[in-house]
């Protein structure tokens, strides 16, 4: 229910602008990039998302000059490695890390080639098992993002970003261990560094 909720408001957003933003800018943009899975300790242990290849899609309409709404999907798959008192780490599962967020961003010098910008945006992380000992976990999260857009030819380019992502909340994990265990209440901040293709319509 809640995935059919969320994609179904993403999908207005994608709608929506072609009517009202019909006579501005569209930007798709894919990419790929290196991901920060995040750790979060705890009293009697920790848990680790290990860092890894991540990739995703941003969508973007310009709403005025040199701001634009964005919508994006990003997604990690890595292994979920738990560590109790003194024991060796191990992994415990893998886990796909899904961020679907809607954000507002600025982008200056927009009449060169050469176009940093800058941005924050809100939305969801699915924590989904891909091994099935747990549900799929759902959080707030929020983003801070930056970087430079080239665009060599008038509608292709590359964007090169770096980002902060924090999804807020990352409680409800137990990963039992015999007679003990890890259990989460906390925040987990991760990161990722990308380049993509930029597409302008």
Do not use: C, H
């Amino acid at each position: 229910m809640k995935k059919g909720i969320l994609f179904g408001f993403v999908l207005l957003l994608l709608i929506a602008p072609f009517k009202s933003f019909s006579q501005v800018g569209l930007e798709i943009t894919g990419y790929t990039g290196y991901m920060l899975g995040g750790k979060v300790n705890f009293y009697n242990g920790a848990i680790k998302l290990e860092d890894g290849q991540n990739w995703g899609v941003i969508v973007g309409y310009e709403v005025a000059p040199d701001y634009l709404i964005e919508v994006m999907y990003n997604r990690l798959v890595s292994d979920l490695t738990v560590r109790v008192y003194a024991d060796e780490p191990y992994v415990y599962t893998k886990v796909a890390t899904n961020y679907i967020q809607v954000g507002g961003f600025r982008q200056f010098m927009e009449e060169t080639m050469f176009r940093p910008f800058v941005g924050a945006g809100l939305g969801a992380t699915i924590f989904s098992d891909q091994e099935g000992n747990d549900g799929d976990r759902w959080r707030f999260s929020f983003g801070l993002s930056g970087g430079l857009k080239f665009f060599p030819i008038e509608n292709l380019g590359i964007r090169l970003q770096a980002r902060l992502l924090v999804p807020l909340y990352f409680n409800g994990i137990w990963v039992g261990t015999g007679g003990g265990g890890v259990s989460a209440t906390s925040s987990l901040v991760q990161g990722d560094f990308t380049g993509g293709i930029i597409v302008a319509f």
